[in-house]
């Protein structure tokens, strides 16, 4: 299937969820991020503030922000620059996402973990974004352990992957957790 016909099916699959079903969804997910190996160690974590179809995040960084250091991303043109998160520092931003605010922009190389958003992932770490690239072009330059989160039907078969995808070292859903790259635990 090719990457614009999984965003649309995906699409349409995450329209018919439930809020009941889309709070489950996250919990188990996040409950899954919390007890890999890579989440334990990680300081400093590169998350994102969820859109209204992906899984919500604000309960996870509502939870941690306390004990870990977050950080968010910002659209600058046409790539995504990292700043520390503070729930009272942000404003909606490029695609209608809250963003935080300020210049105390943090080089990628700092981050230990990034937890991504994207629209499907297969077993082997391929992931679909949205389309528009901004991840692949930050994650092409990051060394921290990538963590690919979604809804169940959001693992696929199979993606094919092209030279500029970057993939992920784990991916997560309600029910699984795959460790793709054996160098992450």
């Known amino acids: 299937m090719e990457k614009n016909e999984i965003r649309k099916k995906i699409r349409d699959l995450k329209s018919m969820l439930l809020e009941k079903e889309r709070q489950s969804a996250a919990d188990d997910v996040f409950r899954r991020v919390e007890n890999t190996a890579a989440f334990m160690v990680a300081e400093r974590i ?60 943090v080089n990628p ?43 169940e039907f959001q693992i696929v078969n199979e993606i094919q992957a092209e030279s500029h995808d970057v993939k992920m070292d784990i991916v997560i859903s309600p029910s699984s957790c795959v460790v793709v790259n054996p160098a992450v635990k």
């Open 46 to 105: 590169l998350m994102y503030h969820s859109l209204p179809d992906e899984l919500s995040t604000r309960a996870f960084l509502t939870k941690w922000s306390n004990r870990k250091r977050f950080y968010l991303p910002r659209v600058n043109g046409v790539n995504l620059e990292i700043l520390p998160y503070d729930e009272t520092r942000l404003e909606l931003g490029a695609f209608h996402i809250e963003e935080p605010t300020g210049n105390d922009v």
């Open 109 to 151: 190389d700092d981050i230990d973990l990034i937890i991504v958003p994207g629209v499907a992932y297969d077993n082997r770490g391929n992931r679909v974004g949205r389309g528009k690239g901004f991840y692949d072009r930050l994650l092409r330059s990051m060394r921290a352990i990538k963590i690919g989160i979604g809804y």
